[in-house]
């Protein structure tokens, strides 16, 4: 007889074989899938021209996808050290939407993948301007809170070419301009208008628009209208501007477009030359010289000294002001007192002669702001005196006539009534 538990155990034996065969076949497929993703073939009508997109993976490697997401990300940390924000980023969508930012992350020069992601530092950069620009990038709302950000913003927006942030910032800017913030904005935009900034001093200059897909050019358009307004504020109030120490932060440049200005509403010459002087001294700092009289002298140029109209300052003010502080020589200053006290003599005059090819000649006795407006009053003047003249002339063409008819009706009636006599 066969024992039953050798029976049970033959019964149990005999399907092992299948069994390891399913193990066998189930571990075969997990490996195969994880190497080679399942493939479907497309009919010829819809498989397309190219070969290649023939084959269409139908399940997509997990594996390999985690792996490119982690290639892509790169973490940018903005602003000075120690004082710093950090952005996990994606380098394709920001790549797509600047060219700035390709040539960054996707270039020769972009850090190798890594886990964790690779750090670029971006020390130079405002990072609440630069939270500004990835809100742009990322197509959400840019909302600024004050002068200082969307100052900064203008700039990180003409560092990475966006000019659709650029006109935002520019927008915002020219709503919130004040005489008090007006220098801080003014400051280095003129670099950024290029040369289109001209137009500014002169009007008639022409300028063409920018080319398409020129975005330089754009956002200079924008910062041509920002400079303008900002230079229409400081005419209007130049007392407040002149007086403030971000004046003496100005380049040689912008002073020098400020003081030559006619169209400065202002009543004081001494001010100007005041804010001249201090921003001279600061320059000499800024250089390691002594701010003597002669070293600020040569810190700003003759045009740009002699743009201050010292012929309207009264006696008191020039000699306290301007004489006192010993940047004009004597010789300058001897001839601007004759000038404006009046006095005419020889030696005035050989003075004057003189003075023809020197910074002399520079002087101008025009008041600011009134040189187009008495332009125009001479001209009405002209034109009354012209319109007077014509009148009177036609007055007496007219006396003349009246006079010629009525001396021709008054004989045709003496004729008449010597006919009627004599008949």
């Known amino acids: ?30 490996t195969s899938g994880k190497s080679h993703p399942l493939l479907i073939q497309l009919p010829k009508n819809l ?23 982690q290639d892509n990300m790169v973490m940018l940390e903005v602003g000075p050290h120690r004082d710093t924000w950090r952005y996990c980023v994606e380098r394709q969508r920001l790549a797509e939407r600047s060219e700035w930012f ?38 959400e709302p840019v909302n600024f809170q004050s002068v200082t950000t969307a100052r900064a ?23 919130n301009l004040t005489s008090s913030n007006v220098l801080e904005v003014l400051q280095g935009l003129s670099l950024y208008a290029g040369s289109m900034a001209s137009s500014i001093s002169k009007p008639e200059t022409p300028s063409a628009p920018p080319a398409p897909g020129d975005e330089a050019g754009e956002i200079a358009m924008a910062c041509v209208s920002l400079l303008g307004a900002c230079m229409t504020l400081i005419d209007s109030d130049p007392l407040t501007v002149f007086r403030q120490e971000r004046f003496e932060e100005l380049a040689r440049d912008e002073v020098a477009d400020i ?57 008191k003010e ?11 020589t004597s010789k300058e200053s001897a001839f601007i007192v004759s000038k404006i006290l009046g006095h005419h003599h020889d030696r005035l005059q050989q003075q004057q002669q003189d003075a023809t090819t020197g910074p002399l000649s520079r002087l101008c006795s025009v008041p600011r702001g009134s040189s187009t407006s008495v332009h125009r009053k001479l001209k009405k003047q002209k034109n009354g005196k012209s319109e007077r003249e014509e009148n009177r002339k036609n007055r007496k063409k007219e006396c003349a006539s009246q006079g010629q008819r009525a001396c021709a009706s008054l004989g045709n009636c003496l004729v008449r009534v010597l006919a009627c006599v004599f008949d």
């Open 1 to 30: 007889m066969i024992d039953d538990g050798d029976n049970g155990q033959c019964a149990r034996s005999r399907p092992e074989r299948p069994r390891e065969k399913i193990r066998e076949g189930l571990r075969q497929r997990r």
């Open 47 to 69: 498989a397309n021209k190219s070969d290649s997109m023939a084959e269409i993976p139908l399940i997509s490697d997990v594996g390999v996808m985690a792996t490119n997401d």
């Open 102 to 139: 390709r040539a960054m992350l996707l270039g020769p020069l972009a850090p190798p993948p890594s886990t964790p992601p690779p750090t670029v530092r971006l020390e130079h950069v405002e990072k609440r301007a630069f939270d500004h620009l990835l809100r742009h990038l990322h197509d």
């Open 153 to 175: 913003t203008l700039d990180i927006a003409h560092q990475y070419l966006c000019p659709q942030l650029a006109r935002l910032a520019v927008k915002y800017l020219e709503a």
């Open 259 to 315: 003081a030559g200005r006619d169209s400065l509403e202002l009543k004081q010459e001494g001010v100007l030359f005041t804010a001249l002087d201090r921003w001279a001294a600061s320059e000499c700092r800024r250089r390691g010289i002594e701010p003597t009289p002669c070293g600020k002298r040569t810190m700003l140029t003759d045009e740009i000294w002699f743009s201050v109209r010292y012929t309207l300052m009264t006696d």
């Open 318 to 328: 020039f000699i306290e002001g301007p004489m006192a502080s010993g940047v004009l």
